[in-house]
């Protein structure tokens, strides 16, 4: 285990946030832009029109399409893309149409999930219920309910299901009537992308970055939330939310650290860490101290 080294510490009373590095740089480094607010880029696979998308044999930025396997370099502009997302009916201003492939494109990707995870089921009437599949159900309902903020006990509620039942009768034979079977949707759901995210994680070509602040919830609570970036193989910059956990206690850099650490091993990339971005708040720099102590990364203090 190594030391912190800080002779590299400014001699400033006033310190920056500490960026934390593994012993080698990270593979890259990609410049910040401006916020794209043009259309075109809330149709490509990421929800997230910030995400960046890279070409894997010259390296440069593109845009890809939602709905098909084309892409675009972004270096030309916007008109081509423009005109390529016609093809599937899409413009600026044809709110309904890109509404309905949207949701097209979400339940595409619940039956793509559901086909990797099929789960062993027993109806629940003697109805066989081959109107819908359950495993594109569980998918559905369970981000609803995460999306929503919505009650497990819902699924209890007698108009509620009666209002299902109306739109599809086939709903009695596979939606469980009873919230704790709903949790276990929730649960089974989250195992199953936590799992992705692992997995894409390994396959990082680069050092897996860290960026982590602390905020209130709604309901008062104090929320670390840590998000990891980092670029696939395929030549894609991701963000990933690894945690949002509540912090019991001070907010003291001593408390937060084993938090941030649990994560980071929790996900098996502590060998493959890069930097950390943090504001600079006094517990970041204590945090980062004592995180040093238990991993073998040496930290370095940028001047801002």
């Not at 990270?26 to 916020?35: E, T, Y």
């Not at 030309?76 to 044809?94: D, P, V």
């Not at 709903?182 to 680069?206: C, F, H, N, P």
């Not at 209130?216 to 939310?241: C, K, M, Q, W, Y």
């Amino acid at each position: 285990m190594l030391s912190p080294d800080f002779s590299s510490r400014p001699s400033s009373p006033e310190l920056p946030a500490p960026v934390f590095s593994s012993a080698s740089p990270p593979c890259s480094i990609l410049p910040v832009k401006r916020p794209r607010t043009t259309w075109v880029w809330n149709h490509m696979p990421d929800p997230d029109p910030q995400t960046q998308y890279f070409n894997k044999n010259t390296g440069k930025p593109e845009w890809r399409c939602r709905y098909c396997t084309r892409r675009y370099a972004t270096t030309g502009g916007t008109r081509a893309i423009m005109e390529h997302l016609k093809t599937h009916n899409i413009e600026e201003n044809s709110t309904r149409e890109a509404r309905a492939i949207n949701q097209q494109a979400s339940i595409q990707n619940a039956m793509d999930i559901a086909r990797e995870n099929p789960q062993k089921r027993r109806r629940l009437n003697e109805s066989q219920g081959e109107s819908m599949d359950p495993d594109q159900l569980e998918i559905l309902y369970v981000r609803w309910v995460s999306a929503c903020s919505v009650s497990f006990r819902m699924v209890e509620c007698p108009e509620f299901r009666a209002l299902l039942f109306y739109i599809n009768k086939d709903i009695d034979t596979w939606l469980p009537r009873s919230h704790n079977t709903v949790r276990d949707w929730v649960v089974r759901q989250y195992e199953a992308q936590k799992a992705k995210i692992k997995a894409s994680l390994k396959r990082s070509t680069t050092r897996i970055h860290i960026s982590c602040d602390l905020w209130s919830s709604p309901n008062s609570l104090a929320i670390l939330g840590i998000v990891a970036h980092f670029i696939t193989g395929d030549g894609e910059l991701r963000h990933v939310v690894l945690a949002l956990r509540e912090i019991d206690g001070a907010h003291t850099g001593e408390n937060l650290s084993p938090v941030i650490l649990d994560v980071i091993v929790d996900y098996g990339f502590e060998s493959n860490l890069g930097f950390f971005m943090m504001d600079n708040a006094s517990n970041n720099d204590t945090m980062m101290n004592h995180l040093s102590t238990r991993t073998c990364i040496t930290i370095i203090w940028v001047q801002s």
